[in-house]
């Protein structure tokens, strides 16, 4: 629904103006692509995002190198699932760093880009210029959600990436064996962690737009940041508990493990249809909540 | 003030609209769906010539037994049998099954991050499990197969009973302690059905029915819910959420232990050791009372291992009653008498301590 209202003006107050003839304001252009393409220079220049990438990757090399020097200690049944399969298959890799980051690292990324989106502009005082173009708050709160959701793809990208190359470097790669029991070759595995990457991309678009809505309310950065990511954490804890069965399906970090079941023989494709629907459930309310909280603000920052 | 209100609007009608949504989806897939009315003779004789002999499909299973529940934390690689047993009992689970004819089957577990496979190919049956990495190959002796074929295919017409036969049989044999009705038509997996109703004639059980999906075009049954005196959501209940009368793919029946997992080779059990064996020194039997539904199982002192019975989680689970200490679940109490004997049955406390008074 945000796609469709992007080219309705954000502020009646501000004359409607065609798109290709929006006037430049500095310090960035106003106009829809360009606009998009100096959000995502912006984010990709930033060292913070850098770092946060960098930490990511991290993960599954710390665990390919701690799985290489004590192969023995990953077969004792402990440790996340996945973990004895490293020593067979470097590919493991990928998904055990997903199945690790999942819960924590990547809701704590996230977090940081999404809180960031309305806050940070707010806070360094850029907000004001950006919609003194006629481009209006529409097209900016677009924009922003479209910027994190591109982190997401990222992120997770980063995560499945850097496990399958560290994988191939320190351990055997071979036919993969499914959760069915069932091996496929390599190359059909490969495509299969590309699925298990978009399905955790997804899952992340519903906390993003929870982050962007969180992000309007305040300009205070860090806050909006911190409070994106106590609710990833407190949505999983609720997921944990039996008393509140009713409420589980309803929780958007409840289909975040599912990914398991693309590794399975035939694919079950129903949790990746629910996760979809339940994010898609996300955004348009919270996107709807940002909408509403965006254009009736006062921007004096 | 009215502008801002407008731009609120979006905020209000996305999550109305969703909660309609909601709200509505369910009505319409259990929308009242009207079948030609049948007796329940002629449902049973239409399950019994079901023409159905491959389909894949996806069931589920949920379980409200009222026993204590634990909190599933996370995925966790290794359980222990008793918590898995527990669990089994207790938890929901997502199964997909994929038949072809009588020889040819698989039954998939969905765990969370993990799988159990039951695959039967022939007269070759494998088991995986894949948090263990564990495949256990079972052969069947050729005999099972045929019998399969025979019953399955009619392969011998002259000794089978027509369907409508068997159906009155099988009516005779429950009428007695239990009423046989058609209920309302439903709809399960997408499919219309007609629900077949069984309710104990007795009052002292806690069974308060079980019914059966029947699919109306097809006679396969597609659901089956026992319902538990005093409660409202089924106790049990096994049903299709999705299936698909498709032939499913050949490959899926065959199957290769993985390399790197552990294969067992296991021989059958002989075949009049169907029940567990007894262990040395010889426990006696255990000794069944009543019939139909207030059929009470004794256990005598001695069979139940005290190891069992000392155990703090089953004195948090139980209570004490006069006589000795309660399970209860919602479908099944049990009777640890303080001499230690075991009652069990599906009927209330005081017919068990009947039965462990008269014993």
């Given at each position: ?23 430049e ?70 998904v ?26 707010a ?30 793809v ?72 911190a ?18 069965d ?6 958007f ?7 398991a079941?693309?590794l ?7 949790s990746?249809?629910?996760?979809a ?25 | ?16 609209v ?16 009207e ?31 009222g ?37 040819n089957?698989r ?13 039967r ?49 099988l ?16 709809s ?31 006679g ?23 299936l ?6 050949a ?14 080779r ?12 007894p ?10 009372s ?39 679940a ?30």
């Amino acid at each position: 629904m945000m796609s469709g209202e992007a080219t309705v003006p954000g502020d009646a107050a501000v004359p409607v103006t065609a798109p290709g003839e929006a006037t430049e304001a500095p310090p960035r252009p106003a106009s829809g692509l360009a606009l998009m393409a100096s959000e995502l220079t912006v984010l990709y220049r930033r060292r913070r995002t850098w770092a946060m990438l960098a930490a990511l990757a991290a993960i599954p090399i710390l665990i390919a190198i701690a799985v290489r020097l004590r192969p023995t200690a990953a077969g004792s049944g402990r440790g996340p699932q996945f973990l004895n399969q490293i020593t067979d298959n470097g590919l493991f890799v990928a998904v055990t760093a997903l199945l690790v980051s999942i819960p924590l690292f990547l809701p704590l990324t996230i977090g940081v880009v999404a809180g960031d989106t309305i806050s940070g502009e707010a806070s360094h005082g850029t907000l004001k210029y950006l919609l003194v173009a006629p481009a209006g708050r529409v097209r900016l709160l677009v924009v922003k959600y479209v910027g994190t959701a591109v982190f997401c793809v990222t992120a997770t990208l980063t995560v499945v990436i850097a496990g399958a190359i560290i994988g191939a470097v320190l351990f055997p790669i071979g036919p993969v064996t499914l959760l069915s029991g069932d091996t496929i070759a390599v190359g059909d595995s490969l495509v299969r962690l590309l699925l298990i990457a978009g399905f955790v991309t997804v899952s992340l678009l519903g906390l993003s737009a929870i982050g962007l809505f969180i992000s309007t309310l305040t300009d205070v950065p860090v806050g909006a940041m911190a409070a994106t990511i106590v609710l990833s954490i407190a949505s999983q804890v609720l997921d944990t508990l039996p008393q509140l069965d009713w409420l589980h399906p309803w929780l958007f970090s409840h289909y975040w493990f599912g990914f398991a079941d693309l590794l399975r023989q035939p694919i079950s494709w129903t949790s990746f249809g629910d996760n979809a629907l339940l994010q898609a459930g996300y955004f348009a309310v919270f996107g709807a909540l940002a909408y509403g909280r965006f254009i009736t603000k006062d921007v004096l920052s | 003030m009215t502008r801002v209100w407008l731009r609120w609007l979006p905020a209000v009608v996305v999550p109305a609209v969703i909660a309609a949504g909601i709200v509505v989806a369910p009505l319409q897939a259990g929308a009242a769906v009207e079948l030609p009315a049948k007796t329940p003779e002629q449902v049973l004789a239409m399950v019994a010539q079901s023409p159905v002999r491959a389909f894949s499909g996806t069931v589920e299973q949920s379980s409200e037994l009222g026993l204590p529940q634990v909190p599933a934390i996370g995925p966790s690689s290794s359980q222990d049998a008793a918590s898995s047993a527990l669990e089994l009992l207790t938890g929901s689970h997502t199964a997909r099954v994929y038949v072809d004819g009588p020889s040819n089957a698989r039954i998939q577990v969905m765990d969370s991050l993990a799988e159990r496979d039951l695959i039967r190919h022939g007269n070759d049956v494998w088991f995986y499990d894949s948090s263990e990495r564990t495949a256990t190959h079972l052969t069947l002796p050729a005999r099972a197969t045929k019998g399969d074929a025979a019953s399955g295919e009619g392969a011998t017409p002259g000794a089978m009973q027509t369907p409508a036969q068997l159906a009155q049989r099988l009516l005779a044999a429950v009428e007695p302690s239990t009423r046989v009705t058609v209920g309302n038509d439903t709809s399960v997996a997408g499919r219309s059905a007609y629900d077949l109703v069984l309710t104990p004639r007795s009052s002292v059980t806690l069974v308060s029915s079980v019914s059966i999906a029947v699919d109306s075009k097809t006679g396969l049954p597609l659901s089956v819910e026992v319902r538990a005196r005093g409660q409202q959501n089924p106790a049990f209940r096994l049903a299709f959420s999705a299936l698909s009368l498709q032939k499913p793919s050949a490959d899926l029946f065959t199957f290769v232990p993985p390399p790197g997992a552990t294969v067992k080779r296991q021989a059958l059990p002989e075949h009049n050791a169907t029940s567990p064996a007894p262990k040395p020194g010889a426990v006696p039997k255990p000794a069944v009372s009543g019939s139909g539904w207030e059929t009470v199982i004794q256990v005598p002192a001695g069979a139940v291992p005290t190891n069992i019975l000392s155990s703090p989680l089953l004195a948090g689970a139980t209570k004490a009653v006069s006589g000795g200490r309660l399970l209860s679940a919602s479908l099944v109490n049990v009777l640890l008498t303080s001499d230690g004997r075991l009652f069990a049955g599906a009927v209330p406390l005081d017919r068990l301590q009947a039965a462990a008074a008269g014993q």
